[in-house]
């Protein structure tokens, strides 16, 4: 586990120089302090994992510790040291949450098999967490929305690919969230401490590309004051989002791959090369193959970037989705300090959900931004949204004006509704049609509310 923090207490001032010693070579980081109230104040100020303490100390024993740690940090485990163990005082100890006892002198090799045991508990029990957050949240993956089978083929690779760091190509139309998913794949992944650097290389000189991305060092070219370590070498440790990649120019495209093959960059103007260990995610809204076709593209670096594959779908393929993110996008922009979010009419809702969105996610964004400006309302309605979307073709317009016809639709769109206790996804469900329809049908009856 990365930040593994371990704290032990004793005050014999020679024990915790040898234990300093062998945590440190274990490779973990190692606190100690000489006497409780010492102990006390670190554990307000930081979080440990593990909190050794001797037993028996003046003032404060260790299991006066071991009371306060569970307190303050009920997630830490504590392991009491003592040279003068007892059985009752071993039992004491575990009854009030300790993790284990340690005699002394202390076995080394007991030590670490304790340190690692922890470890491995903890782990486990942060993926179990993990897991059970996304398990519960299946209808997004952080600021990724829907719950439609392609996004959930999508929630499924990234968690495929939380550890490791293979390349990534995420394909898609402008506005289907590719810088998003780049982002939530970081997140995600065991380099989450690492920084996540974007760069959209279709708006940056082919002349400044390459200093851009790979540095430069002093005098390379005039006005090369300084050296520059590049973004390659500023997100070491981290991921390099390189959106438009089908923009760069050959020579440019050249020296990417020798870094994808290599793990090395050289700054303009050196000789040298220097290790870089960054995880690539590229995106384009390009057909990479049409291009690597028409000789715009290397074939030998598309393979390179297309270790693993993300197709990013859009918006009109995804129309089960779009009440989710009409809700989501309400969240994300209502005003500050307004308790109560506005709602979208039925009839208003079967228009967005009808729409074909050319613009795709970042379109129907817009869409609800401008409806916050433009309208106070607490529910918005069809004219609060842009006249593209409102003078579409009405394809849900019927032709059936038969009463009793109308009646039983009517009513078993209510039915429907309230079994599904208002979720309009799952009420299509039972009535074996699709969400547009719902929301079609209940602006065409005036439905509001679901109890008839």
Request: charged share 30%; with cysteine; net charge neutral.
């Amino acid at each position: 586990m990365k930040n593994f923090k371990v704290l032990f207490i004793d005050d014999d001032k020679q024990i915790l120089s040898i234990v300093e010693q062998f945590i440190h070579r274990w490779g973990y980081n190692v606190t100690i302090v000489s006497d409780g109230e010492q102990a006390i104040e670190a554990i307000q100020k930081d979080h440990y994992n593990v909190v050794f303490s001797d037993l028996m100390m003046p003032e404060i024993s260790g299991l006066d510790i071991l009371k306060q740690v569970k307190k303050l940090s009920p997630e830490s485990e504590v392991v009491i040291v003592s040279g003068y163990g007892t059985i009752e005082s071993a039992i004491e100890a575990m009854k009030l949450g300790s993790y284990d006892f340690l005699q002394k002198p202390i076995n080394f090799d007991r030590f670490k098999i304790l340190i690692d045991r922890i470890i491995e508990k903890q782990a486990l029990k942060e993926e179990n967490q993990l897991i059970r957050s996304r398990l519960k949240e299946r209808y997004k993956y952080d600021e990724l929305v829907g719950t439609s089978p392609k996004m959930q083929d999508i929630y499924a690779i990234i968690d495929r690919i939380s550890f490791g760091s293979p390349t990534v190509l995420i394909e898609g139309e402008s506005g289907t969230g590719k810088g998003l998913t780049a982002n939530v794949i970081h997140n995600n992944s065991d380099r989450r401490d690492g920084p996540f650097i974007p760069v959209n290389c279709g708006a940056i000189a082919e002349s400044l590309l390459e200093r851009e991305l790979f540095g430069h060092i002093k005098g390379a070219f005039t006005g090369a004051a300084k050296d520059s370590v590049g973004l390659f070498k500023a997100a070491d440790g981290g991921t390099i989002f390189l959106d438009e990649i089908a923009d760069v120019s050959p020579a440019v495209q050249v020296s990417l791959l020798r870094v994808l093959q290599e793990k090395k960059v050289r700054p303009v103007g050196d000789t040298r090369e220097t290790k870089v260990n960054v995880r690539v995610i590229a995106a384009t809204n390009k057909k990479l193959i049409e291009a690597i076709k028409n000789k715009t593209f290397r074939e030998d670096l598309y393979y390179r970037l297309n270790v693993i594959s993300i197709t990013m779908p859009p918006l009109r393929e995804l129309r089960e989705d779009i009440p989710l993110l009409v809700k989501h996008f309400i969240a994300k922009h209502n005003p500050p300090g307004k308790q109560t979010a506005p709602k979208v009419s039925p009839a208003a809702m079967a228009k967005l959900m009808d729409y074909h969105w050319p613009g795709n996610a970042r379109q129907l964004e817009n869409a609800i931004q401008r409806a916050f400006a433009l309208s106070d309302k607490d529910v918005f309605d069809i004219h609060d949204f842009p006249d593209e979307i409102i003078q579409q073709s009405d394809h849900a317009t019927t032709h059936d004006e038969d009463l009793n016809l109308k009646k039983i639709e009517k009513k078993a769109i209510f039915q429907a509704l309230r079994k599904a206790g208002g979720n309009k996804a799952e009420a299509a469900k039972l009535l074996g049609v699709n969400t547009t329809t719902v929301y079609r049908k209940m602006a065409k009856y005036n439905i509001i509310d679901t109890k008839p």
